[in-house]
């Protein structure tokens, strides 16, 4: 495949020209801020916070009417090699929860009043073990990009990315690891109870995917392709749809930070429109961050996935927006009591 046509190259073309915050509703927000009821800076993250948003959605005083929280399922190979004591049919199981509403991510979605949409990428059909060859061919990891960009087709003002998919925190490892280096050691975790032989299974199954595919990790796209999985590549692409229409996202725990990195990879400002929305139990997420510079709004010891993590710091990032649009100003303050005088 010749280099002019290569499915990955309308991707990189999107890099090349990220939209950026609003710098002028950035500085007007930062005084409005300055004059609300309240001592200087007694909100803390709060503040920050919808500075942040008010920055990309380009408002002064803007309000979260229509959040989205979209869950990406996907199938890996790799669990042929017992990385788990989990089957893979435990995700169609999971799936089919989401729907019934039986979920953790179901409870806080009604809690927040967030929406809630499950992406299910041919969970019958499982990426290649990428300890044995590459997840996925050119045209299956873009097509799968490509798809995860319709996320917001639907129309949404906050998007929280969620995931699901038994053996994916290997694959997270895996990516990870062919991203930023190191070892096997340093990226991999427990996941879904993967104790004793299973553990060391795991780390083993990520060191020999690394070593079967080190001559082609140059390239983000291409580790993603080799070592990622469907979900994988739909958050990738969420993610940069949500930028190119400054839609602020909040990202979960260890495999969608891990799925991010591609683009953290391929340009160092490609996660500016994104919040951490919690720091995972899984050892490699905070190293991840890290890597990204960023802290989580959270740290409550979860490790569930399903965008559990992003949910929750939603429910904060509603109330930054409400305080910010909300809340009297002194000046305002000062008016009514001189009209009750």
């Not at 089957?87 to 999971?94: E, N």
């Not at 299956?140 to 038994?166: K, N, Q």
């Not at 949500?242 to 683009?263: C, E, N, Y």
Request: with cysteine; proline share 4%.
């Amino acid at each position: 495949m010749s280099e002019v046509d290569h499915p990955f190259n309308d991707f990189r073309a999107l890099l090349h020209d990220l939209p950026q915050p609003d710098e002028n509703i950035l500085t007007r927000v930062k005084i409005h801020q300055g004059r609300l009821a309240k001592p200087q800076g007694a909100l803390g993250k709060l503040e920050e916070i919808a500075v942040w948003l008010a920055g990309w959605k380009g408002q002064e005083k803007p309000i979260i009417t229509r959040p989205l929280v979209a869950v990406f399922a996907g199938n890996h190979g790799v669990t042929d090699e017992n990385v788990t004591r989990f089957p893979r049919s435990i995700t169609r199981q999971m799936v089919d929860n989401f729907s019934a509403g039986g979920a953790a991510i179901n409870q806080i979605c009604i809690a927040n009043d967030l929406g809630l949409k499950i992406y299910e990428l041919a969970l019958d059909y499982p990426t290649m073990d990428i300890s044995r060859g590459a997840a996925m061919n050119e045209r299956t990891c873009a097509a799968t990009m490509a798809f995860g960009m319709e996320a917001i087709a639907g129309g949404t003002d906050l998007l929280c990315l969620g995931e699901m998919g038994i053996g994916n925190t290997t694959v997270a490892a895996a990516l990870a690891c062919a991203l930023f280096g190191g070892n096997a050691e340093d990226w991999t975790g427990p996941g879904t109870g993967s104790t004793g032989t299973y553990f060391e299974r795991k780390r083993e199954t990520v060191r020999k995917a690394i070593a079967l595919h080190h001559r082609h990790l140059d390239d983000p796209f291409e580790v993603l392709r080799r070592l990622g999985g469907r979900e994988f590549a739909a958050i990738v692409g969420a993610i940069l749809a949500a930028r190119m229409k400054k839609i602020p996202v909040i990202l979960d725990g260890f495999v969608v930070s891990a799925a991010a990195a591609v683009l953290f990879k391929a340009h160092s400002q490609a996660l500016d429109h994104c919040l951490i929305g919690h720091l995972s139990a899984e050892p490699g997420h905070r190293r991840l961050l890290e890597k990204f510079g960023k802290k989580p709004l959270l740290d409550l010891g979860m490790c569930l996935g399903e965008g559990t993590g992003a949910a929750l710091a939603a429910g904060i990032v509603k109330v930054a927006a409400l305080c910010n649009a909300r809340m009297a100003t002194f000046e305002q303050l000062d008016m009514k009591n001189r009209q009750d005088q």
